[in-house]
């Protein structure tokens, strides 16, 4: 598919991945105090849903890497002190009581992800220990998702075998660019063989579902060698494979600084190469989910597609709709229907916070009822490539024409750019639109049109 570079020249803009609505940058540092007080007052269950039958989420950040990654804008912490991680185990271990000992059920465990960092910086030793916390203190069962992020220059086999015995069945492996100039350009050199070897050790354990994780837009690409990078992955046959766009932001991640702008690919060039790698990987069988996920057509997350269950948490696109997201770690996020809570982003901090019997939360946001619904178009619109009118009129007793009249005059430029098509009581994507997908789902963003700034975002295109 040729794009028409006028159109990416107009929509090229910052702004959201909607992995949350209300976003990130809404959450409220000054009243979290006052709000958690309340909230862990009273304990948990009124800040969750009154639906029981919802199991839990639950997300836990490993912030420590051994080096510098100069692309990465993870919250990280870069040491080759294998003790750091049986310090911060410490105190994940009291921060998950002061939760528990607030929460009248935690019901059925339906997913875990660890990410980092590099969840692989902790040794075989410090993994089973970390198994075993979750294990006494969660309903986890053979049904459970459980995810960790690897690193393949870090995944020997012994502690493959430690994320096997405590229940890990998904892999995410960051491969970000086979090409050597680029990894060099980024500092992370990771030839083809390691990733290789990595993928061969997580199904010999029995870790079957493997996620590979590529990044366009990097210092040096381009649509040849990043199509090449993207065909020589597929012969490691990945359940899912993320393709996400770098986001330069150099005044905020300093690291970025050491990554020559010159070599940086024009925003055509980089879409370029979006648009060739999604048509190659459909071509090869994957279905595409949404915005930069792919998957296979047996994969949980197609299913998911397809039932209507899909989500987007803090963690990107999701199998689970109905499960409350509990954050353990430095800068993690909870999520929770109608409250967002995030962590210290700083070490010290964080230990601080729990050190005193209090909750490591920094940020708070209770969601109204205006948010929840427009949460709901919003995340309609990434994880249906759809909205549907009536099922939204039906939930919230609203007419959806008369509601959301100016959002819908917003959407006729895109309409004419050829993005959706309007039918009877809804409104479809088509394959171009799919590409300008944060755009249109910005239209329906209060925040963004009450002006609140866009620089703490990546661009859409």
């Not at 862990?40 to 039958?53: C, F, I, M, Q, Y």
Request: charged share 25%.
């Amino acid at each position: 598919m040729k794009i028409p570079f006028d159109l990416v020249r107009r929509y090229d803009q910052p702004g959201p991945r909607y992995t949350s609505y209300p976003t990130a940058v809404e959450f409220d540092g000054e009243s979290s105090l006052s709000a958690m007080k309340t909230i862990w007052g009273v304990g948990l269950e009124d800040a969750r849903t009154s639906d029981h039958v919802r199991g839990l989420s639950i997300y836990l950040h490993l912030p420590f890497c051994r080096s510098l990654c100069w692309y990465c804008g993870c919250n990280k912490v870069i040491t080759r002190n294998p003790t750091a991680a049986d310090v911060y185990l410490d105190y994940l271990e009291k921060e998950m009581d002061l939760w528990l000992n607030r929460m009248a059920s935690n019901g059925p465990v339906r997913q875990i992800h660890f990410g980092g960092g590099t969840p692989t910086f902790l040794n075989p030793s410090q993994l089973n220990r970390l198994g075993g916390m979750l294990h006494q203190r969660f309903s986890i069962d053979n049904d459970t998702e459980f995810s960790v992020e690897i690193d393949p220059r870090h995944s020997e086999p012994d502690r493959v075998a430690a994320l096997a015995n405590m229940g890990c069945n998904r892999a995410s492996l960051g491969v970000q660019d086979l090409d050597t100039d680029v990894q060099k350009a980024i500092h992370r050199i990771q030839p083809f063989d390691m990733t290789e070897k990595s993928v061969f050790l997580l199904r010999n354990a029995g870790i079957h579902g493997v996620n590979l994780d590529l990044i366009y837009g990097l210092p040096l690409q381009n649509r040849s060698t990043f199509l090449q990078t993207i065909q020589k992955v597929m012969t490691l046959r990945p359940d899912r494979l993320a393709v996400y766009s770098y986001a330069h932001l150099p005044d905020r991640i300093p690291s970025q600084r050491l990554i020559d702008p010159e070599t940086m690919p024009s925003a055509d060039e980089k879409l370029g190469m979006f648009v060739e790698s999604s048509e190659s990987l459909v071509e090869s069988g994957m279905e595409w989910i949404g915005m930069d996920h792919f998957a296979r057509p047996e994969d949980s997350l197609t299913r998911a597609l397809s039932e209507g269950s899909l989500q987007r948490n803090f963690q990107g696109y999701s199998t689970e709709a109905r499960t409350d997201l509990i954050g353990f770690g430095v800068s993690a996020i909870s999520q929770f229907d109608s409250l967002y809570l995030q962590n210290e982003k700083e070490l010290d901090l964080y230990y601080d916070r729990i050190d005193r019997g209090e909750p490591a939360v920094a940020k708070t946001l209770i969601l109204h009822d205006e948010d929840r619904l427009r949460r709901e178009v919003i995340m309609e619109v990434m994880c249906r490539n759809e909205l549907d009118y009536e099922a939204i009129e039906s939930r919230w007793g609203i007419s959806f024409p008369v509601y959301f009249e100016q959002e819908l005059e917003r959407l006729d430029p895109m309409e004419k750019d050829g993005f959706l098509v309007r039918r009877e009581r809804m409104l479809e994507l088509t394959p171009l639109g799919r590409y300008f997908l944060r755009n249109m789902a910005m239209v329906f963003d209060a925040y963004r049109k009450v002006g609140t700034s866009t620089a703490a975002f990546s661009r859409t295109v």
